[in-house]
C-alpha cells in the first residue's frame, strides 16, 4: 500500500465509482453498501498499490485494519415438529434451510496487481460488465462465483 504525503495509507477503495442512481462519487467506496453494481464497478483503488520493494516483507496487516472484503453473513433456520404416537414411539420431522435469505454472496475484488500496467488489465465483456482486472469482482455473472444459493433439506427421525 503505498502512503499519502502525510505518512498515512491511501485508502485501497476505489475513489472514482458511480452508484446505482447514476451518480458520480470521489469518496471511497464503501464495499459493503449495496449502492454500486459489481459488474460495472472497479472497486479498489489502482492509485493506493504500490509494488513490494525487493528484500522486504510484505503482508503487514497490523497497519491497514481497513481493508477487508464483503461480509458474508451466513444465515441458517430449522422448524422442527415431535409427534409422540403412543407412550413408546417418537416421530420427528425437521426441515432445515442454509442461506434461508437467499443474499447473494459477493467474491472478494481481484488483487492481481502490475504496477506498470493496471489499465491494460482490465478485459470487458462486449455489454461493458468487467470479466476480469485489477479491483474487479471478475466474471460475477457466472452463478458458481455468487455464492451458494438457498438450499434446504428435510429429516425424519423415527424412534422406538
Known amino acids: 500500500m503505498l502512503k499519502n504525503p502525510d505518512g498515512s495509507y491511501m485508502n485501497p477503495w476505489s475513489?472514482?465509482?458511480?452508484?446505482?442512481?447514476g451518480k458520480h462519487h470521489t469518496d471511497p467506496l464503501d464495499?459493503?453498501?449495496?449502492?454500486?453494481?459489481?459488474?460495472t464497478t472497479v472497486a479498489l483503488n489502482p492509485a493506493a498499490w504500490g509494488p513490494v520493494?525487493?528484500?522486504?516483507?510484505a503482508a503487514d496487516t497490523s497497519t491497514i485494519p481497513f481493508f477487508r472484503g464483503p461480509r458474508h453473513p451466513m444465515e441458517a433456520m430449522n422448524f422442527a415438529r415431535n409427534f409422540?404416537?403412543?407412550?413408546?414411539?417418537n416421530l420427528q420431522i425437521r426441515m432445515e434451510f442454509q442461506n434461508i435469505f437467499?443474499?447473494?454472496?459477493?467474491?472478494?475484488?481481484?488483487?492481481g496487481f502490475?504496477?506498470?500496467?493496471v489499465a491494460g488489465t482490465y478485459q470487458t465483456a462486449a455489454n461493458g460488465n468487467?470479466?476480469?482486472g485489477f479491483g474487479t469482482f471478475g466474471n460475477s455473472t457466472v452463478a458458481a462465483y455468487l455464492g451458494t444459493p438457498r438450499s434446504g433439506q428435510l429429516v425424519a427421525r423415527f424412534t422406538f
Not at 31 to 39: R, S, V
Not at 53 to 57: K, L, R, S, V, Y
Not at 114 to 117: A, E, I, L
Open 15 to 21: 475513489v472514482n465509482w458511480t452508484d446505482l442512481d
Open 31 to 39: 464495499i459493503n453498501c449495496h449502492c454500486f453494481d459489481p459488474a
Open 53 to 57: 520493494p525487493d528484500a522486504t516483507w
Open 84 to 89: 409422540v404416537i403412543k407412550e413408546r414411539y
Open 102 to 111: 437467499n443474499r447473494v454472496q459477493l467474491p472478494s475484488p481481484a488483487v
Open 114 to 117: 502490475s504496477p506498470t500496467n
Open 130 to 132: 468487467y470479466i476480469n
